[in-house]
């Protein structure tokens, strides 16, 4: 039986962080191991560029940080594909023919693009480039026939958006070439938007309230210790609120039962721990620490495989060249389809000049 087609990505404008790993690597680890699905993971330096023109070091500097921080989660250039977006002809191509087939009010309409253009204060300043993202992504996702995309809820309306040009792509055309994608969301609730340290609702390399994947002992530590809680939970005595506090939205996400019976035996489980804290009784300080021994205890060997990887930057420009050189024979059978169904494929249309004979 054919496998289905996963496409996912990062814009490598620095390492990745927890809320990459709860939106989406943490599921793209668990599609690649069930061996049922084909897996391309794509380094987004175009989509990066769009916001990042006047600093393409930044991008430069950062495309092996991102690829180690796939291996360091688990992702194996033996199961999945991975590839620089720059280095796929198509990815240029198929956004040209999709940029007809959307106006300019439906981009303006996209929530996720409005809430990026408010976050970055661009305001009519925006970048052309940055504008027709959606776009972008449409093309990064059909031009390898992508069935399944992992994505966290932010992304949601940029996928949507891709469907709809796939369905007019092939009502216009006439055709079935694209395939309308789907969403995979994290399995648990509190992964779908992790929440940035400081209680922001995102969590964002931009605004600093970030656990990378690399951060070591001692930066996890001083990070947790200083998260934001709840503000109306002054003193020990006084009711809490777990709803919308950031250290039981990280508990929520990461914390398992096991775990409380290794690093705090007082509660069996999280829920009772929620109940105590609500009622009163219980400090941050004593949710903090235990937060700090779960996390370290998760990040440890994802550091400790970082470190290995790191020791060989050869092998991680292999795996690049050898899945980019994948990902290009992929896409241009894609954009071959899609030019003949438009009907622009001259050179290879064996009907084109009989058109023109009487």
Do not use: W
């Not at 495309?63 to 250039?77: K, N, T």
């Not at 992304?155 to 079935?176: D, G, H, T, W």
């Not at 931009?206 to 990070?223: A, F, M, P, Q, T």
């Amino acid at each position: 039986m054919e496998k289905k087609i996963i496409l996912t990505g990062d814009r490598p404008t620095g390492a990745l962080h927890l809320g990459h790993y709860v939106g989406s690597l943490k599921k793209r680890v668990e599609l690649q191991n069930t061996g049922e699905y084909k897996q391309f993971v794509m380094i987004a330096d175009l989509q990066a560029l769009t916001d990042n023109a006047e600093n393409p070091e930044k991008i430069r500097n950062n495309i092996l940080e991102v690829m180690l921080d796939y291996l360091a989660v688990g992702l194996d250039p033996e199961k999945t594909t991975f590839f620089v977006q720059s280095h796929i002809p198509a990815l240029y191509e198929l956004p040209m023919y999709y940029s007809n087939l959307v106006t300019m009010s439906r981009l303006e309409r996209n929530p996720t693009i409005k809430n990026e253009i408010k976050m970055r204060n661009f305001e009519r300043s925006i970048p052309v480039g940055f504008m027709t993202y959606p776009i972008s992504q449409a093309a990064d996702i059909t031009a390898f026939k992508a069935k399944y995309v992992p994505v966290g809820e932010d992304q949601l309306p940029m996928l949507e958006q891709a469907r709809e040009i796939v369905a007019s792509f092939n009502r216009i055309y006439k055709c079935e070439i694209l395939v309308e994608p789907e969403a995979v969301l994290p399995d648990n609730s509190s992964c779908n938007r992790l929440v940035g340290t400081d209680g922001n609702t995102k969590m964002s390399k931009s605004l600093g309230n970030c656990i990378y994947l690399k951060d070591d002992e001692k930066s996890v530590k001083e990070k947790i210790m200083s998260m934001f809680t709840d503000p109306l939970h002054i003193n020990v005595s006084d009711l809490g609120h777990t709803e919308n506090n950031p250290v039981f939205i990280y508990l929520d996400a990461f914390s398992k039962t096991e775990d409380f019976a290794k690093f705090l035996p007082d509660y069996k489980d999280l829920d009772e721990m929620k109940a105590h804290y609500e009622r009163g009784g219980l400090g941050d300080m004593k949710c903090k620490k235990l937060l700090n021994s779960i996390m370290q205890e998760f990040l440890r060997p994802i550091r400790e495989r970082r470190e290995k990887f790191e020791q060989d930057k050869g092998y991680l420009m292999d795996i690049l060249r050898k899945g980019t050189e994948e990902a290009v024979e992929v896409s241009n059978k894609t954009v071959s389809e899609v030019r003949n169904a438009i009907g622009i494929d001259y050179f290879n249309d064996s009907t084109f000049l009989d058109k023109f004979v009487k």
